[in-house]
Nanobody
Framework: QVQLVESGGGLVQPGGSLRLSCAASGMDFWFQYMGWYRQAPGKQRELVADIMSNGSTNFADSVKGRFTISRAADKVYLQMNSVKPEDTAVYYC?????????????WGKGTQVTVSS
């Protein structure tokens, strides 16, 4: 059974930094992509950043230049710098692969990030 477990969320002041981690377990395959999504109250879940198995990355415009993403085997990290109140959300780890039927996504349960003074 595939599991994604996030850690590292919490309360941080505006302008501060936070590092989220996600560890995957239970797979007998390699994730083609891993990344982070977030969902703020009353808003749809949105992509924050993802990283492909070849190392290519993709970022939401709102976090470019402030967040970085990295991967080590079955773990993915999100380094959040210069955070803003609008970064407040539940952050979800995402991983999966693409088959002939489309995306096969796996999700963590989420970790709360609150940016407030």
């Amino acid at each position: 059974q595939v599991q994604l477990v996030e850690s590292g969320g919490g309360l941080v002041q505006p302008g501060g930094s936070l590092r989220l981690s996600c560890a995957a377990s239970g797979m007998d395959f390699w994730f083609q992509y891993m990344g982070w999504y977030r969902q703020a109250p009353g808003k749809q879940r949105e992509l924050v950043a993802d990283i492909m198995s070849n190392g290519s990355t993709n970022f939401a415009d709102s976090v470019k230049g402030r967040f970085t993403i990295s991967r080590a085997a079955d773990k993915v990290y999100l380094q959040m710098n210069s955070v803003k109140p609008e970064d407040t959300a539940v952050y979800y780890c995402n991983a999966g692969f693409i088959s002939s039927k489309g995306r096969n996504d796996y999700w963590g349960k989420g970790t709360q990030v609150t940016v407030s003074s």
